[in-house]
DNA sequence: CATGAATGAGCCTTCATTCAT
DNA sequence: GATGAATGAAGGCTCATTCAT
């Protein structure tokens, strides 16, 4: 087994068949001239200049020009992939989170071992793989602008949110369905699971960034507090 | 026992020792005319509804204007009491959210119970009293304006945070103490806690408004996330 | 009878109770102070301002900041008194034009001659008032921006063009009622007369001023397709 | 007698001599390719394509992308025939308006009928060729932008206005030398006739598309315009 | 010749803040 | 103290035009 999801950057983001670029790729070949390549390139560019400025500035206090200038290009190029800042900010959250479902559920299904494993390795892997890298900051972010943007917070709900929740909830019916756990509200639980993942997000990228904040190690932290669930789900 | 925290309104609000309002509250005469009260009341309602409009519209959308005429005052007013808009803000943290904690700390003296029971009050206390109010938006703010008012999130952490952190400790460590808990990382299972509280706080400012999302119930939600805690925490 | 409508000038344009501006003036005090006194002149001041750029350069080239600065204030106070360019746009369609016809009306009603004497002192009254002036470029303002701004479209059709029409062919039925003219289609007649009203406006303002044109007295002009009219209409 | 005026459309519109191509259309060889005739029609094909855009949307809300893309061929293309959008925009004009001025001399020439069924026959012609058709619109488009190209207006007078003032004169000359007329002043008598013209011009292009406008037949009313017009002209 | 990716000048509108009254 | 008219900086987005391929 080897590992839940790759391990993700912007860089390696190839598959883009999802995001909402205007203009698709067409060709793969393999000579491909130096406009083309950078054709190909320019939406990983921008997500990445977008990403990292988002978290690091916030979404609004980041200029679009800012972003295309931190990719190399100029503004008029950035609409030329996203018909607007707030369609930017959605394909952030696609080729970040939403994107690596589908990957992340077959991961669950193939897992071999005890559904506490798989559980801990579920978190420790998000902190390896998001939570430790600047994607961490999208959630931030999307609560941020909850109220300048509606719509986003819709996106990030259903492409983000209600996957993850599924996810967690088929891992604890996993481990009902095989007497590892006692019958409970994997909802209710559900909740309580991602609550930690939240937690170190706001923690990043909203307090500790700003703040000299008493450090929290958050790898031990998401075991501790899985650790915890767990006792208070097993079968007495 | 008449509650863990006194109902907070800006009214009652009355030590501003770290405020910034431009020009003190003149002396507190005896015979205070109406026109001198309405002055001196001025920042406490100014107050007032700057939280109501911030945690309704969020801080950038919510105009300096629309929470002069909130208060029934006019524009220039509020710059006579507020140097800026960012000032507004600033004291609108600190006089919702420092000056709870004596109460509450008095209260964890006097509790009678077990400390399962005791941890089960303090979270729906919080949520009678703070999550189900205006108040329970502030937290929101602070995460949302991190990038943009740094200040605000030390003071954050310093006035809210720490004593938050402490007043849990000191429950758990009661529980140790008298044997009814094991022995274990009490910093790891405070985050643990809270992450619940900052949950529904996100839940409910950041996303339940925006999105119509699956329903969470706050009060079921802690008690099962403390219930939880708890099973994990208990002598075997 | 002292003429048919008072000489327009976008100074003289006070009452203006049905324009569109936010804040209505609300005081008529004698002792204005200063400040006051640039308050209630600023609407009819920005007016002028625009109408003398639009009819010079266009709308859509004129920039809403020349406009303001043509008036002696600052970008944002225009939008302290119209909400938008193309609002504007429509105030002054409504104070150089729609406003004039209440009294128009009235001096219809009041007006003694024969109904030939009246069409023909109809027309070169507009030349006079209107068409002679400034005003006179509104409407071809209105066509070329109609692709852009239907709103204003449907606006000047509503404000200017039906109650024109209504006003020509009242007079028209004056004169059939009275027996001066025989019975004819005065719908159909109406749009012959203000045929020769927008054919000077367009001249004017779409050829004259970019083509050293053959001149066309517009008075003459006026009179004559009055006459041509007439004699088609009267009872032979 | 087969129509006042040929039927214009862009392809038979040879002529270039006032165009402003880049590259001349190349000899005209016997065996062209099909590929060698496409790009001997390019120009014609995007004078359509502009001409058709520009009358419906408006010469500014036009992109010339959408033009480009409407004749088949990419933008890059259209600005090897035409060196920027003006002269896109003085090329269509060019087109669609000089050359017919010939044809219809002639037929002025060969009528055989009374002086004001031939005003009749003109008018009602001019609508069913032009009027009724795209071409229509030329007019508006040369007064919406003449502000921005005066360059066209003065062609346009030259070309258009002066031409078919000239023939509406002399028709009304030849009903006052054959005695049907009595003598007038023949320049104002046009004026009149042509206002007409523009009106239903105007109707259509500017008001009547952006504006649910009360109907106006315009037919019934050129006829009912020329017949006015020859009450007032005839011999009493 | 043809393409289309890239450019960047241009503009309306908002709103925190000031200050004359 | 209170008012509210005035300010002007700031930024998202469009689209004619260029030019490397």
Redesign the pocket.
């Known amino acids: 087994m080897n590992g839940w999801v790759g391990y993700i950057t912007n860089q390696s983001v190839i598959n883009m068949h999802t995001s909402t670029f205007h203009?698709p790729v067409n060709s793969e070949t393999n000579s491909v001239?130096?406009?083309e390549r950078?054709?190909e390139a320019?939406p990983g560019e921008l997500l990445d200049a977008a990403l990292s400025l988002f978290v690091s500035k916030g979404f609004s206090a980041?200029?679009?020009?800012d972003v295309a200038a931190s990719a190399g290009?100029?503004?008029?190029?950035l609409?030329?992939y996203f018909?607007?800042?707030?369609d930017l900010f959605k394909a952030v959250i696609r080729a970040n989170l939403a994107d690596h479902f589908p990957a992340w559920n077959q991961e669950f299904e193939e897992f071999q071992g005890t559904t506490p494993d798989m559980l801990e390795y579920a978190m420790v892997s998000w902190w390896q793989r998001i939570g430790s890298t600047d994607a961490s900051g999208i959630t931030k972010l999307v609560m941020s602008e909850a109220n300048n943007f509606p719509e986003v917070v819709q996106f990030y709900d259903q492409e983000v949110i209600r996957p993850g929740h599924e996810l967690f909830k088929r891992i604890l019916q996993r481990g009902i369905d095989s007497g590892e756990f006692a019958q409970f509200n994997t909802d209710l639980a559900v909740h309580s699971l991602v609550s930690a993942i939240l937690y170190i997000n706001m923690w990043k990228h909203a307090l500790a960034c700003h703040a000299s904040l008493h450090t929290l190690n958050p790898e031990a932290f998401l075991r501790n507090h899985v650790h915890l669930m767990v006792q208070g789900w097993r079968k007495s």
């Not at 980041?62 to 020009?65: A, G, S």
């Not at 018909?83 to 707030?86: A, D, G, L, N």
Request: hydrophobic share 20%; charged share 45%; glycine share 4%.
């Open positions: 203009s001239h130096k406009r950078r054709k320019r980041t200029k679009v020009e290009v100029s503004k008029g190029t609409f030329l018909s607007s800042k707030e």
